[in-house]
Nanobody
Framework: QVNLMESGGGSVQSGGALRLACVAS???????MGWFRQLPGKVREGIAL???????LYEGAVRGRFTISRDNAKNTLYLEMNDLRPEDTGVYYC??????????????????WGQGTQVTVSS
């Protein structure tokens, strides 16, 4: 059983930046890793994925502002968030799934989740 622990959330003003980190308790070299978020009153959704090779994938609302990266030597996934907006306020989660040739944007495809970290952006 792999455990995930997110860190780096907090409160910033609009236009600010935060860097989230997700440390896994096991090997991440053969997994798809992703960042998801749950905005107030909304369902949890994927915003950035990292394929086993490290190839990044982004959802439209964050593309160009957020950068996902991974360090398999440290079993860590990162999310660099720039130009934050009030509509980015929510709880951010990391998740992993075994790599079987593809990642997924569907929460149900990810069996392993972190506890979440709050990101609050004020105007």
């Amino acid at each position: 059983q792999v455990n995930l622990m997110e860190s780096g959330g907090g409160s910033v003003q609009s236009g600010g930046a935060l860097r989230l980190a997700c440390v896994a308790s096991g090997d991440t070299s053969n997994v798809c890793m992703g960042w998801f978020r749950q905005l107030p009153g909304k369902v949890r959704e994927g915003i950035a994925l990292s394929e086993s090779s490290g190839t990044p994938l982004y959802e439209g609302a964050v593309r160009g502002r957020f950068t996902i990266s991974r360090d398999n030597a440290k079993n860590t996934l990162y999310l660099e968030m720039n130009d934050l907006r009030p509509e980015d306020t929510g709880v951010y989660y990391c998740a992993t799934k075994i790599w079987r040739g593809y990642c997924s944007w569907l929460t149900r495809d990810f069996p392993t989740w972190g506890q979440g970290t709050q990101v609050t952006v004020s105007s």
